[in-house]
């Protein structure tokens, strides 16, 4: 009955796992509906278009479906339930009867016939509690192992700021490619470019011709699919690792992050002990330090709606800060 007991919790476990994960997709969905219904940035759209109802149909309709698998999860759970409980249910009934059998043939006391079906209910009901610990336990393993095999893979972790040089005297891409996972075709082919130091250069192309990848390759937020990128440096260096911390960038849909104005800035480089000087001069490069310095609370201010005291920065004013 154990054995049985053990085989169903397996069974159920690779059941819970099968249904989370085929359910991945659609919660991720659910959770992104969910968040546009509610959150400022797509409110303001959706009050001017009257794209409410449409929105939550859409979710109501994922939410629907959801009940459909879960309905369909419980009844297999139960059945494979009832095959276990069955299993156990015919052991005690066959350990009673035994028990029975030898009390009436006076092998035993009717005493010790009490304790041994006691002991005998007992060990059933520990043996439940051992084979739900055992089910969770591979339950739980399953999901360990899309994790680490998600950790492992390229990419997934950054790397810490190198520590190198701070300014590289020309970083350059050596016939480069880059490849999107499941894209069709290659974004970049063969691209060499270098950049010097103080240069100023524009990439002009149109729409998914590939500049912002070639940006984020000089940034070194992508690894090339071929080719590589090599910073140089005045002295006798030459490093083609991806370099966290020594180029930055402004991207067009920057972060807002809603902590103080002076941490906004210290973001920027966080490796760096807190200099309140030095981001009094990065707000001042940046043309933020008018409109900003006349906050309440100064570089202490908390930015942003999402928590009691914040208070909101106009578009401009945040493009000025994530400059800064």
Same mark, same amino acid.
Request: net charge negative; no cysteine; hydrophobic share 45%.
């Given at each position: 009955?154990?054995?049985?007991?053990?085989?169903?919790?397996?069974?159920?476990?690779?059941?819970q796992y099968a249904f989370e994960y085929g359910e991945t997709a659609a919660e991720r969905e659910r959770a992104y509906l969910r968040d546009a219904l509610t959150?400022?940035?797509?409110?303001?759209?959706?009050?001017?278009?009257? &794209?409410?109802?449409?929105?939550?149909?859409?979710? $109501?309709? /994922?939410?629907?479906?959801? #009940?459909?698998?879960?309905?369909?999860? =419980?009844?297999?759970?139960?059945?494979n339930d009832l095959i276990g409980n069955v299993a156990l249910a015919v052991a005690l009934v066959g350990v009673f009867a035994v028990i029975a059998v030898r009390?009436?043939?006076?092998?035993?006391?009717?005493?010790?016939?009490?304790?041994?079906?006691?002991?005998?209910?007992?060990?059933?009901?520990?043996?439940?509690?051992?084979?739900?610990?055992?089910?969770?336990?591979?339950?739980?393993?399953?999901?360990?192992?899309?994790?680490?095999?998600?950790?492992?893979?390229?990419?997934?972790?950054?790397?810490?700021?190198?520590?190198?040089?701070?300014?590289?005297?020309?970083?350059?891409?050596?016939?480069? &490619?880059?490849?999107?996972?499941?894209?069709?075709? $290659?974004? /970049?082919?063969?691209?060499? #470019?270098?950049?010097?130091?103080?240069? =100023?250069?524009?990439?002009?192309?149109?729409?998914?011709?590939?500049?912002?990848?070639?940006?984020?390759?000089?940034?070194?937020?992508?690894?090339?699919?071929?080719?590589?990128?090599?910073?140089?440096?005045?002295?006798?260096?030459?490093?083609?690792?991806?370099?966290?911390?020594?180029?930055?960038?402004?991207?067009?849909?920057?972060?807002?992050?809603?902590?103080?104005?002076?941490?906004?800035?210290?973001?920027?480089?966080?490796?760096?002990?807190?200099?309140?000087?030095?981001?009094?001069?990065?707000?001042?490069?940046?043309?933020?330090?008018?409109?900003?310095?006349?906050?309440?609370?100064?570089?202490?201010?908390?930015?942003?709606?999402?928590?009691?005291?914040?208070?909101?920065?106009?578009?401009?004013?945040?493009?000025?800060?994530?400059?800064?």
């Amino acid at each position: 009955a154990g054995l049985v007991l053990i085989v169903v919790g397996f069974i159920q476990a690779r059941l819970q796992y099968a249904f989370e994960y085929g359910e991945t997709a659609a919660e991720r969905e659910r959770a992104y509906l969910r968040d546009a219904l509610t959150s400022r940035s797509e409110g303001k759209e959706i009050r001017l278009f009257g &794209s409410r109802r449409l929105l939550i149909d859409r979710h $109501e309709r /994922l939410q629907a479906e959801r #009940l459909r698998q879960v309905h369909k999860l =419980v009844r297999r759970r139960i059945a494979n339930d009832l095959i276990g409980n069955v299993a156990l249910a015919v052991a005690l009934v066959g350990v009673f009867a035994v028990i029975a059998v030898r009390a009436r043939d006076g092998d035993i006391e009717l005493a010790d016939a009490a304790v041994a079906a006691l002991t005998a209910q007992q060990l059933a009901g520990r043996l439940q509690s051992i084979v739900t610990s055992l089910s969770q336990l591979h339950e739980s393993t399953l999901f360990l192992e899309d994790l680490t095999t998600f950790i492992g893979s390229p990419g997934v972790v950054p790397p810490d700021p190198t520590g190198l040089p701070p300014q590289p005297s020309e970083i350059s891409l050596e016939s480069v &490619s880059y490849h999107y996972p499941d894209a069709p075709s $290659e974004a /970049l082919s063969d691209v060499s #470019l270098s950049i010097r130091a103080g240069e =100023v250069v524009a990439l002009v192309g149109e729409n998914g011709s590939g500049k912002s990848t070639v940006a984020k390759l000089f940034a070194g937020l992508y690894p090339p699919t071929e080719g590589r990128v090599v910073a140089h440096y005045d002295e006798p260096t030459e490093v083609t690792e991806p370099q966290t911390g020594v180029v930055s960038a402004l991207f067009q849909d920057f972060a807002r992050y809603e902590v103080t104005l002076s941490e906004n800035v210290w973001l920027g480089a966080p490796w760096r002990d807190r200099d309140d000087a030095v981001i009094e001069q990065a707000l001042a490069k940046s043309g933020a330090d008018a409109a900003l310095g006349r906050l309440p609370d100064g570089l202490d201010s908390r930015l942003g709606r999402r928590f009691k005291g914040g208070l909101d920065l106009s578009l401009g004013q945040w493009q000025r800060l994530a400059l800064a």
